[in-house]
């Protein structure tokens, strides 16, 4: 069982930028990792996904261009760099993991592993 904590999450005008950290139980080195949002009224959207060994990377058209993915599997921690943040934006980020073995597409919901989120408000 991995235990997913996620920090760094805040207010922050339009334009800013923040950094998400998403810190693990345990080692992730076998596990894909994942971002995901969601907004009040709206389900659980994908953002971004990281391969087991940061070959591979994945994003949501609304976020490609501004966010970056990354890993440290050495600390056991995966990050969303967020820039040129913009209203819609705004929501709870969640982070996820699961075997680099699940074949399904990173978009599912398919993962092993949640964190409980951390709120990110982006004001005009």
């Known amino acids: 069982q991995v235990q997913l904590v996620e920090s760094g999450g805040g207010l922050v005008q339009a334009g800013g930028s923040l950094k998400l950290s998403c810190a693990a139980s345990?080692?992730?080195?076998?596990?894909?990792m994942a971002w995901f949002r969601q907004a009040p009224g709206n389900e659980r959207e994908f953002v971004a996904a990281?391969?087991?060994?940061?070959?591979?990377?994945e994003y949501a058209n609304s976020v490609k261009g501004r966010f970056t993915i990354s890993r440290a599997n050495m600390k056991n921690t995966q990050y969303l760099q967020m820039d040129s943040l913009k209203p819609e934006d705004t929501a709870t980020y969640y982070c996820?993991?699961?075997?680099?073995?699940?074949?399904?597409?990173?978009?599912?919901?398919?993962?092993?592993?949640w964190g409980q989120g951390t709120q990110v408000s982006v004001s005009s």
């Open positions: 990281i391969n087991w060994v940061s070959t591979s990377t």
């Open positions: 345990g080692p992730i080195s076998n596990y894909d």
């Open positions: 996820a993991a699961r075997s680099r073995l699940i074949a399904s597409n990173w978009r599912s919901r398919e993962y092993n592993f």
